[in-house]
Nanobody, 115 residues
């Protein structure tokens, strides 16, 4: 069974940067559109960024110009580089396919942006 493991979260001050990683246990993931999602306390989970198997990317308006999604096929890993972080970016970040597959939701990684 395919598993996705997120890592790289942490505590950072506004304006700081973090890079999240999502490691897939199955090489088949390279054929799927992958995405990063986030869920802030009291809010619904939202899509942050997606990347197709061909490398095309798309971003939520709230993160355009600040976040960059990428993938390393050889490592079965998807990344999310987050720059110029804001307090409103505070959330648990998850990776999954797009559209998401329920069995693939993992524990996520917490990102906290605060001074």
């Amino acid at each position: 069974q395919v598993q996705l493991v997120e890592s790289g979260g942490g505590f950072v001050q506004p304006g700081g940067s973090l890079r999240l990683s999502c490691a897939a246990s199955d090489f088949m993931f390279r054929f799927y559109t992958m995405a990063w999602y986030r869920q802030a306390p009291g809010k619904q989970r939202e899509l942050v960024a997606r990347i197709t198997s061909g490398g095309s990317t798309d971003y939520a308006d709230s993160v355009k110009g600040r976040f960059t999604i990428s993938r390393d096929i050889a490592k079965n890993t998807v990344y999310l580089q987050m720059n110029s972080l804001k307090p409103e970016d505070t959330a648990v970040y998850y990776c999954n396919r797009d559209p998401p597959s329920d069995p693939l939701w993992g524990q996520g990684t917490q990102v906290t942006v605060s001074s």
